[in-house]
């Protein structure tokens, strides 16, 4: 069973920074893909940003371009986003996926809400 745990969300103004972070655990983490994705209230699913197994290769919405930047450290098995120039839209459950995109495994997600 996958086991994927997220950490780092909170309360933040506009225009401020944080930094998520997503333990993985139970499966081989450098063989995979890893994604956020993110869920706003009333809102469906979306895709944020992915990275491939190596860390070598990101791709990301248009709307996190140049604010967001994921990264991975498959020494401790662990995903990051962090998330700079926070504006009152990104706030959603932000959620670490297995694979590219929205159809794989998640985590229980942590909130991120940027409100002044």
């Known amino acids: 069973e996958v086991q994927l745990v997220e950490s780092g969300g909170g309360l933040v103004q506009p225009g401020g920074s944080l930094r998520l972070s997503c333990a993985a655990s139970v499966f081989t983490f450098s063989s995979y893909g890893m994604s956020w994705v993110r869920q706003a209230p009333g809102k469906g699913l979306e895709w944020v940003s992915s990275?491939?197994?190596?860390?070598?290769?990101?791709r990301y919405s248009e709307s996190v371009k140049g604010r967001f930047t994921i990264s991975r450290d498959n020494a401790k098995n662990t995903l990051y986003l962090q998330l700079n120039s926070l504006k009152t839209e990104d706030t959603a459950m932000y959620y670490c996926a297995r694979g590219w995109g929205l159809g794989g495994p998640r985590g229980q997600g942590t909130q991120v809400t940027v409100s002044s």
């Open positions: 990275v491939d197994g190596g860390g070598g290769v990101t």
